[in-house]
């Protein structure tokens, strides 16, 4: 396929205003879409902040940050905006339905060379691409939160992804300036099987009264120099979040993937992370 000059992200959520935003620094024209005006909203601003801390810390040119946001359009129609797209990447609640519907509706609309990427953190590429029209150009694009910082880009090969498609999503990797590792679609790919296991086990100790959460944490971080502990690394990816991974490998992979009902219990009570300001730490 030629190159990619258009992208559509879908969902303004923490990984999909993130997504946009590397995009569009890397001089890529980006429509950011959500389900209402005030959930894009709520995404470019978090782009607009994201950008001024760049500028502050001289990282970024001024005139660099006006040319990304001149780049983002934005829509509260994904499959719509998807008609002179050449890359999609959907960002939406781990929710396989949810995501099934949304690549029905856009691959109706999408030009026969998109690229179909979603950023799902575990379910089965294979599946999602079961609702488009074409499964050789659906392909895992696996986003690290904070996107603009963090270099990996985890690719996921599902049953029917073509070479074709990998290549372009590897090219895709260099321009945005992240660092591609190609898997192959299977529960929680190399990143979430991994990552969802450590911060598991540690809200087990913290369950089970072995420590404190700072003092798990400080394990991590001093013992292994992980830049975050997995208590507050769960904080920042949101509870929620890594519940319903974490629900998914347990049908998926077996036992040691079960959700502690610590994990339960702080969903329902609303401590979801620092998005709320509350998880397993407060963030005034
Ligand atoms: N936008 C732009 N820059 C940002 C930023 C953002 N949203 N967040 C942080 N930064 C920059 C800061 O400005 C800072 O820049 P300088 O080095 O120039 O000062 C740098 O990143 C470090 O940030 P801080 O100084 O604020 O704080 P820190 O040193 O504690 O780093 C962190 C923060 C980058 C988040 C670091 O703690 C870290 O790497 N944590 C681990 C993150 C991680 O593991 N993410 C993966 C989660 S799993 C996932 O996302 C996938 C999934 O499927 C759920």
């Known amino acids: 396929m030629s190159e990619i000059a258009k992208v559509v992200v879908v969902g303004a ?42 500028v502050q810390k001289g990282k970024l040119a001024a005139e660099a940050r006006e040319r990304a946001r001149a780049a983002i359009a934005t829509s509260t129609d994904p499959a719509g905006a998807s008609a002179d797209a050449d890359l999609v990447i959907e960002a939406v609640p781990e929710n396989m339905a949810l995501k099934l519907d949304l690549f029905r509706a856009i691959s109706a609309r999408a030009p026969s060379h998109t690229i179909f990427g ?112 997995p208590l507050r690394l769960t904080d920042l990816v949101g509870l929620d979040v890594r519940l319903a991974i974490l629900e998914h490998l347990h049908r998926e992979l077996g036992e040691q993937f079960r959700p502690p009902a610590l994990l339960r219990q702080m969903v329902r009570a609303g401590r979801l992370g620092k998005k709320v300001g509350r998880g397993f730490y407060e963030y005034p």
Do not use: W
């Open 118 to 229: 979603t950023n799902t953190s575990s379910l089965s590429v294979t599946e999602i691409a079961g609702a488009t029209n074409d499964a050789a150009r659906v392909i895992g694009l696996h986003f690290f939160n904070p996107v603009p910082v963090m270099e990996l880009l985890e690719i996921v090969r599902g049953l029917g992804t073509s070479d074709a498609t990998t290549d372009a999503a590897r090219a895709f990797a260099s321009r945005i300036g992240k660092r591609p590792i190609v898997v192959k679609d299977s529960p929680g790919f190399a990143t979430s099987r991994l990552g969802v296991i450590l911060g598991c086990e540690a809200i087990r100790m913290l369950e089970t009264g072995v420590a404190s959460a700072e003092d798990i944490d400080a394990a991590m971080e001093l013992g292994y120099r992980h830049p975050m502990g």
């Open 13 to 54: 959520g923490t990984m999909g205003h993130g997504i946009a935003q590397v995009c569009a620094q890397s001089g890529l024209r980006v429509t950011l879409t959500d389900v209402s005006e005030g959930a894009v909203a709520k995404g470019v601003s978090a782009i607009d902040k994201s950008l001024e801390r760049m």
